[in-house]
């Protein structure tokens, strides 16, 4: 039988964390993609708790610094022949404008950048599998903005900046399906649904936070119902294939979401950024 291995960013809270419990079923291995390691050992021995036979590993992956991700995904390439699944799922919502380690606007440089090199580095790996697939954890958020100019490092209110991230995200997956479905890899993003997690909450407005996911609680999900497009994506890779999806339904994206000179020209300009030669490494 083919040893199957998962992949997963952000899998130490919320939506990651219930997808990682539900899949554990599914997979032989898994590796936990976490920025906070004492909190992915935690995961990992609650996972094998739940699976004895599961092998999971955590490697150190801050998506907020290039260096990291760039570290991260070289020991996958030196320690990993083949990768089953990646599932890009880490997010954040900053309400304060913030920047990466590399001068990024932080939402467009978690959600996107540090996404994008990740799986740049780690195609040889997922090609190698029989039936790859990679997941992208999006938002309908994406439907807030437009990719304006300076999409990287430029300012904006904050839910427009988490929305843009979220739309590149999403030209992402449109361009892994156009140059990758050939090669086999299938390919997905979902919207979650409005999930009760940690996103958005930080030590300075964590009351507020609890009040508001407080009593917006009956009309939010919780992680594991959250959980359930990721799930599905993966259990019916060529059923979602090169779709945008939620609880098993295509979301129709909105025109802008679908504009191929914006998705041409982010990927373009994502490619000269890091300063790499190609789309992915093959
Ligand atoms: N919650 C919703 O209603 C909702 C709606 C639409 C889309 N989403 C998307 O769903 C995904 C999961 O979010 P969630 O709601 O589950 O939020 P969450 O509970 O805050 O979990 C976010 C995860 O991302 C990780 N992360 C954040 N910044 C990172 C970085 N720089 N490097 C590596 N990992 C990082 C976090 O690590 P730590 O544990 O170390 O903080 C955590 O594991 C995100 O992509 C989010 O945009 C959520």
Redesign the pocket.
């Known amino acids: 039988m083919d040893h199957r291995t998962l992949a997963i960013?952000?899998?130490?809270?919320?939506?990651?964390?219930a997808t990682a419990e539900a899949l554990a079923a599914d997979f032989d291995e898994i590796i936990l993609l976490?920025?906070?390691v004492v909190?992915a050992q935690l995961l990992k021995k609650e996972l094998r708790s739940g699976k004895p036979g599961l092998k999971v590993s955590v490697v150190e992956?801050?998506?907020?610094s290039l260096a990291s991700v760039e570290k991260a995904a070289l020991h996958i390439q030196d320690n990993y022949g083949k990768i089953d699944c990646l599932i890009n799922?880490?997010?954040?919502?900053s309400l304060s404008r913030q920047d990466t380690a590399d001068g990024y606007e932080l939402m467009m440089g978690?959600?996107y950048l540090?996404h994008y090199l990740l799986t740049h580095y780690m195609m040889p790996a997922l090609l190698n599998g029989r039936e790859p697939q990679i997941v992208i954890?999006?938002?309908?958020?994406y439907g807030l903005t437009t990719l304006k100019s300076d999409y990287f490092k430029g300012k904006g209110n904050p839910m427009q900046l988490y929305g843009r991230s979220?739309l590149a995200t999403l030209y992402f997956m449109q361009e892994l399906h156009e140059q990758f479905s050939g090669e086999g890899l299938r390919t997905t993003a979902v919207?979650?649904?409005?999930?009760t997690?940690?996103?958005g909450?930080t030590q300075q407005n964590e009351k507020l936070g609890n009040i508001i996911y407080g009593t917006l609680k009956p009309f939010?999900l919780s992680?594991s119902e959250?959980a359930e497009s990721t799930v599905l994506a993966v259990r019916d890779k060529e059923k979602y294939d090169g779709m945008y999806m939620h609880a098993g339904k295509e979301i129709k994206l909105k025109p802008h979401g679908r504009s191929y000179y914006a998705r041409k020209r982010l990927i373009a300009d994502t490619i000269y950024e890091l300063y790499l030669d190609e789309f992915m490494e093959r």
């Open positions: 960013t952000g899998a130490t809270s919320g939506i990651g964390k976490a920025r906070n909190k992956c801050n998506l907020a799922n880490a997010g954040v919502v978690t959600n540090g954890v999006s938002s309908n958020a979220k919207h979650p649904g409005a999930v997690t940690n996103l909450r939010f992680p959250g």
